[in-house]
């Protein structure tokens, strides 16, 4: 089981990217799938997460900013990021499979992905 997060990048401020994360392995059409990330000297945070049924959760951050979907014909989730700032900068990992109810939680997760860098300049 593999997951693939790329889309990463160094943009300014006010710009956007789109972060895909591709699964193979498995199909995760049925499990609830998340982004966190991770900036330098700081835990990993939880920032989005979307359930089997589509239902969506978003940090208090990056709500009204960042859009997270799936598409299960490609075993493919996004996370469209918009109004970029420079406290967005992280490394950030797709995850999936978490325990039951606990999707906020990194630790909860079984599967992750290698992270991707986004770097937001001022």
């Known amino acids: 089981v593999q997951l693939q997060a790329s889309g990463g990048g160094l943009v300014q401020a006010g710009d956007f990217l789109r972060l895909s994360c591709a699964a193979s392995?498995?199909?995760?059409?049925?499990?609830?799938m998340g982004w966190f990330r991770q900036a330098p000297g700081k835990e990993r945070e939880f920032v989005a997460a979307i359930m089997s049924g589509g239902s969506t959760y978003y940090s208090n951050s990056v709500k009204g900013r960042f859009t997270i979907s799936r598409d299960n014909t490609k075993n493919t989730v996004y996370l469209q990021m918009n109004s970029l700032k420079p406290e967005d900068t992280a490394v950030y990992y797709c995850?999936?499979?978490?325990?039951?109810?606990?999707?906020?939680?990194?630790?909860?997760?079984?599967?992750w992905g290698q992270g991707t860098l986004v770097t937001v300049s001022s």
């Open positions: 995850a999936a499979d978490p325990s039951v109810g606990k999707w906020l939680h990194p630790t909860s997760y079984h599967y």
């Open positions: 392995g498995r199909t995760f059409s049925s499990v609830t």
